[in-house]
């Protein structure tokens, strides 16, 4: 049922004609399709590159080892490399010979093998584009000091200092990003691109391509915008008989009531006013209430345009209809 992205996935192919030289971060509001187009991307690469993709999130990680797991595959055989030359297809965590992970005990060990792997396939002439997903899960992880920023480091190394693989990290935590993005250490070795929820004309054309007519896809589009998880469900609610009308009203009073308790924990209600009227706020600092909106996913914050909105269409619909009783 993929569709569309056809621009994000230009942009992303263009990583493999271009020497990798700093860390791209993919983010954008929640749900928007960044995993997907991510994944697809990966597919598409052909005997170009080799995608590498790691899912921080499948498991909680809340010591090293829990870490190790998630980002090695291990396997019997002693010698990797001409496994994952032969393959044409996406590889789900790091591959390492299961008597070396043994040895694994510290992310010093775990660097020094991915950079050492990574060299290998390089001089065989395949370009590793490896993809971590969600790498905010480790924000509050402490191994000798934050995790995170070793990992930052070691991003760094393989990018700008040895251009040995593109790195690209997704999150859809705008305060994870915007965490990241005022550090100092990232400055001028990272980039960021929006994977933002598909606009209206796009949205439209995929609901009636998968069998709404034209007046359901209006009224759906005007609940969730162009939000492609809540669109998928909209197909399926429709292949299984369902009244789209009475679904998005339904899902509207699901959102409304999660929001509606936030409202008296908000210092001054009148951002909602303010959200509701003008939909993207611009902010010098984020407040207390912005911080509350955001970790309760309302609103996503998005640092590289300093500025704050909705998490989506339907976000926007209930504080609309929030504000108007305040
Ligand atoms: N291009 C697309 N075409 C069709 N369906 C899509 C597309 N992108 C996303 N979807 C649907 O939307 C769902 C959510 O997308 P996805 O998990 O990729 O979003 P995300 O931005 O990674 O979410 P999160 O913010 O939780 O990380 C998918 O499971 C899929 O059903
Ligand atoms: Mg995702």
Redesign the pocket.
């Known amino acids: 049922?993929?569709?569309?992205?056809e621009k994000e996935l230009s942009y992303l192919r263009s990583l493999l004609n271009s020497e990798p030289n700093q860390i791209l971060f993919i983010y954008?509001?929640?749900?928007?399709?960044?995993?997907?187009?991510l994944l697809?991307f990966l597919e598409s690469l052909g005997d170009e590159g080799i995608g590498i993709y790691v899912n921080l999130r499948s498991r909680p990680i809340l010591r090293f080892d829990d870490f190790k797991d998630l980002l090695f595959s291990r396997t019997r055989s002693r010698d990797v490399l001409p496994l994952v030359l032969a393959s044409m297809e996406v590889i789900f965590g790091i591959p390492v010979p299961k008597k070396i992970w043994e040895t694994i005990e510290s992310p010093r060990d775990a660097f020094d093998y991915i950079t050492d792997f990574l060299g290998k396939l390089r001089k065989k002439g395949r370009l590793p584009i490896i993809v971590f997903?969600?790498l905010q899960v480790l924000k509050d992880l402490k191994v000798n000091g934050p995790l995170i920023y070793e990992l930052f480091n070691f991003f760094i190394h393989l990018t700008k200092e040895l251009h040995l693989a593109h790195v690209i990290v997704?999150?859809?935590d705008g305060l994870f990003l915007s965490n990241v993005y005022t550090h100092a250490s990232l400055y001028g070795r990272a980039k960021y691109f929006l994977?933002d929820d598909f606009d209206e004309e796009t949205a439209l054309a995929?609901l009636i391509s998968n069998g709404l007519t034209e007046e359901e896809s209006k009224i759906v589009v005007e609940y969730f915008g162009g939000k492609?998880?809540y669109?998928?469900e909209v197909i399926n609610e429709k292949r299984a008989g369902r009244d789209i009308e009475e679904y998005c009203r339904e899902q509207f009073m699901v959102r409304l009531n999660q929001v509606k308790p936030l409202v008296r924990k908000l210092n001054d209600p009148s951002i909602l006013i303010d959200l509701g009227e003008r939909e993207v706020l611009e902010y010098d600092e984020l407040t207390e209430d912005m911080l509350m909106l955001a970790r309760e996913n309302v609103i996503f914050i998005d640092p590289v345009r300093g500025v704050i909105r909705p998490q989506g269409r339907l976000e926007l619909k209930v504080i609309r209809f929030i504000s108007e009783k305040l």
């Open positions: 049922m993929f569709f569309d992205r954008g509001p929640i749900n928007s399709g960044k995993t997907t187009l697809k997903d969600e997704s999150t859809s994977v995929f492609p998880v669109l998928v």
